[in-house]
C-alpha cells in the first residue's frame, strides 16, 4: 500500500522539487513593489549581468488571456512609474512640475559631457557597448572616460544601421568619443594619435528611433531642441547610431519599405574612411520613408512598440516628457491631433512583419538588462517577449499563446555574442522552447516510471495472493492381478 502512495505521489514531488520540470505558468515569485533609482547613486554597484528567467517572470506576473488595449495597459502599468501612474491630470501646473521632477529620477539627461554620470552621451559607454571588443571593464571600478583617456580608442560602440560585420571590427567600429576628433580630410581614417578622423560624418548621434518630431519636439528660448527627461530621453529608444543614417536616412521620416535603387541608397561612414549601405529612402512629400537593413529591422520594430506602450496614456492634455503615441495603418491619424504632443508612427503591418523576421539577438537582450538593472529600472517587454507584439498590436491575432510562457531572456545568453546571434534553443522538441522541451521530456518520462512502478508493484501482489504449489498426495494403485 506505501509503495502505491508513494507512485500516486511521485508525480507531484517530482514537479515541486525540479526546477526544470517547472513552467513559468506554475511559478510563483513575489516581486519586489519598490522601484529604486541607481545611475545617480555613487554608492550603488553597478550590474552588469543579465535577468534570470525567473526574474523576468516575476517583473511581468501572469498576463492570463489579456489581449489588444488590456494587455497594453497592463503592460504600461509594469513598465510606468507610479508616481506618474497616480497623477490623474498631466496639464494641470503643479502635475506638470511633479512629472519633472519624477522623470528626472527615472531618465538621462539629453546634453552633458561622456563623463558625466547622468547624460546619455556617458551611459553610451555601457548600454550601446561592443562588449567582446571593448577594454574590460568591471562594475567596481568603472569611471566614464573621454576622447583622452588612454582607453578611448579601445571603446567601441553596437552603432545602429552599422552592419554586424563592420561593428565587429575594431577598423570600422568606433563609439561616441570620435565625435571630438578634428575632421581631416588628408588623413585616411580615425587617428588617436594625431586626434583626426577623415570625415565629421564618422560620428555616433543620439538617435531618437521614434523620431522626437512625431510627438515630443519642443523649442527651447534659444530656438534649439529642448528635450526634458522622460520619453526624449528614454534609453529604450534613444539608441548610438551612424550619423550619416540619422540625419539624412531616417530624419523624421516613418519606417517602412522603400525601394532599393541607387537613387534611395543611404550609407554609414567607418572609422576606417570607407562607407557602407546602411538603407533607403524616400523623401517625397506626404511619402517620406526610411528602411533599414534587415539586421536592425527587429530592433526598430520592438523601440517602437515599446514606445508605444511607455506612453499609451491617452489625456486631454499631455505633456513633452509622458506624450501620447500610437502606431497606426490609418494615415488620417496626424502628430498633434485631439491632444498636444500627440505623436504618431504609421506602418504598422509593416513593424509587425519587422518584429518576427529579426529575431531579439544577445545584444538587444543584454541591452534591456543593462537599461533596467542600472539606469531606468524598467524593461522592453517586447524584447522579453517578443510574442507579445502581436498580441497587444495584431487586430488579426489568431490567439496562438503557444510561445507566450518562454522568455527571449530564457535562451542561453553571451554577452559577448554578436548581435546576429539570434539564441534559438540548442534543443527544441515538436518546436517548443528549450525550457518547455525539457519538461515535456521529463513529464514523459515521470509518466513512463509510473507505469513501470504500477507493473511491478501489481505483479509481486499476484505473486502474494497465489496459494504455493502443494504436490498431491497419490495414492499408490494396487496392481492388477
Not at 105 to 127: E, F, P
Not at 358 to 381: A, G, T, W
Request: hydrophobic share 30%; aromatic share 12%; net charge negative.
Amino acid at each position: 500500500m506505501k509503495k502505491l502512495l508513494f507512485a500516486a505521489f511521485l508525480p507531484y514531488l517530482l514537479t515541486t522539487f525540479s526546477p526544470l520540470s517547472l513552467s513559468s505558468e506554475t511559478r510563483v515569485y513575489k516581486a519586489s513593489s519598490k522601484q529604486v533609482m541607481r545611475y545617480y547613486d555613487d554608492t550603488k554597484s553597478l550590474d552588469f549581468t543579465d535577468s534570470t528567467p525567473e526574474e523576468i517572470s516575476a517583473y511581468y506576473g501572469d498576463i492570463g488571456s489579456q489581449k489588444g488595449d488590456d494587455l497594453l495597459h497592463y503592460l504600461y502599468q509594469k513598465i510606468t512609474p507610479s508616481e506618474i501612474q497616480n497623477l490623474s491630470d498631466y496639464s494641470s501646473e503643479d502635475n506638470l512640475k511633479k512629472i519633472s521632477e519624477v522623470d528626472g529620477s527615472y531618465y538621462l539627461n539629453y546634453d552633458g559631457l561622456t563623463t558625466d554620470k547622468k547624460s546619455v552621451s556617458a551611459w553610451y559607454q555601457i548600454t550601446d557597448r561592443n562588449w567582446s571588443k571593448s577594454y574590460e571593464i568591471t562594475p567596481t571600478t568603472f569611471q566614464f572616460i573621454s576622447s583622452k583617456d588612454e582607453n578611448a580608442k579601445n571603446l567601441y560602440f553596437y552603432n545602429m544601421y552599422v552592419s554586424d560585420t563592420s561593428n565587429n571590427d575594431t577598423t570600422k567600429a568606433f563609439s561616441n568619443l570620435v565625435n571630438s576628433l578634428k575632421a581631416d580630410t588628408t588623413t585616411a581614417a580615425v587617428d588617436w594619435e594625431k586626434r583626426t578622423r577623415p570625415s565629421s560624418f564618422i560620428q555616433v548621434d543620439k538617435e531618437h528611433v521614434w523620431a522626437k518630431n512625431h510627438g515630443f519636439k519642443v523649442k527651447g528660448s534659444d530656438g534649439k531642441d529642448d528635450f526634458v527627461a522622460g520619453a526624449p530621453t528614454d534609453l529604450h529608444h534613444l539608441v548610438a547610431a551612424d550619423h550619416n543614417t540619422n540625419s539624412k536616412g531616417h530624419n523624421d521620416y516613418f519606417y517602412g519599405t522603400v525601394e532599393h535603387t541607387e537613387k534611395n541608397k543611404i550609407e554609414a561612414y567607418l572609422a576606417d574612411g570607407s562607407t557602407e549601405v546602411s538603407g533607403w529612402n524616400i523623401t517625397t512629400k506626404d511619402k517620406e520613408t526610411f528602411e533599414p537593413t534587415d539586421e536592425w529591422k527587429g530592433d526598430i520594430a520592438r523601440c517602437l512598440f515599446y514606445m508605444a506602450t511607455r506612453y499609451s496614456r491617452k489625456l486631454d492634455q499631455n505633456c513633452q516628457a509622458e506624450p501620447y503615441l500610437y502606431i497606426t495603418e490609418d494615415r488620417s491619424y496626424t502628430d498633434d491631433s485631439n491632444t498636444t504632443f500627440h505623436g504618431v508612427q504609421y506602418n504598422l503591418s509593416t513593424l509587425l512583419e519587422w518584429n518576427k523576421q529579426d529575431p531579439v539577438s544577445d545584444y538587444e537582450r543584454h541591452r534591456n538588462n543593462l537599461i533596467y538593472k542600472n539606469v531606468q529600472n524598467n524593461r522592453n517587454p517586447y524584447v522579453d517577449h517578443p510574442e507579445w507584439v502581436s498580441r497587444v498590436f495584431d487586430k488579426n491575432w489568431n490567439g496562438d499563446t503557444s510561445g507566450d510562457n518562454t522568455s527571449s531572456s530564457t535562451q542561453t545568453s553571451d554577452n559577448n555574442s554578436s548581435k546576429d546571434d539570434t539564441g534559438h534553443p540548442s534543443f527544441s522538441l515538436f518546436g517548443l522552447s528549450e525550457e518547455q522541451s525539457i519538461t515535456v521530456v521529463i513529464v514523459i518520462a515521470v509518466v513512463i516510471l509510473i507505469v513501470i512502478i504500477l507493473i511491478v508493484l501489481l505483479s509481486q501482489k499476484g505473486k502474494k495472493k497465489r496459494k504455493p504449489y502443494k504436490k498431491p498426495n497419490r495414492k499408490s494403485s494396487s496392481k492388477k492381478k
